[in-house]
C-alpha cells in the first residue's frame, strides 16, 4: 500500500499550483530520501539524456546532482495541467565544485497515480553560465523560497 500525497487527482488550478509549490519545497530541502517519497515506488523518469526508474534510483541520481550542482535553489511555476497530469517551467541556480554559477532552465512533464505520487517525470534542462553578480535566488539554504520571493513570471524569466 502506498502513502497518500495530497493533492491527489482530479487537479483544478488550486490543487496543480500547490502540488507544484510542494514539489519546489521538497526539491530545495535538498533531501534526497525525502524528495523520493513524493513519487510512487516504479516512478520512471527521464532527466536530460538519463532514464531510470524506482526510488533507489532516484535517490542514487539526487545524491550525485546536489553534490555537482551545489548550492542549489530552484523555482517552478505551472505551466498548465489536466485530471492526472501537470507540466510545469522552472530555473535553479547552482555553482560547480570551481565556483562557477549557472542557471538552468527547464520543462518537466508529471504523471500522476491516484494517491498523488508521481508516476512519471520528463525533465528538458539547459544550463546558462552566469555571473555571481546575475543570481537572482538568494535565499537561505537549504529550506523553501520565502513565500514574499518573486516567482519566475515576476523576475521575467
Known sequence: MSAIRPPVPPFDEQAATAKVRAAEDGW????PEKVSLAYSVGSRWRNRDLFFSGRPAIVAFLRAKWEREREYRLIKELWTHGPDRIAVRFCY????AAGRWFRSHGNENWLFDADGLMR?????????????SDRLFRWQRPGPRPADHPGLTALGL
Not at 28 to 31: K, V
Not at 93 to 96: A, G
Open 93 to 96: 541556480e547552482w555553482h560547480d
Open 28 to 31: 530545495n530541502g535538498c533531501d
Open 120 to 132: 512519471e517525470r520528463h525533465a528538458s534542462i539547459n544550463d546558462v553560465a552566469i555571473a555571481e
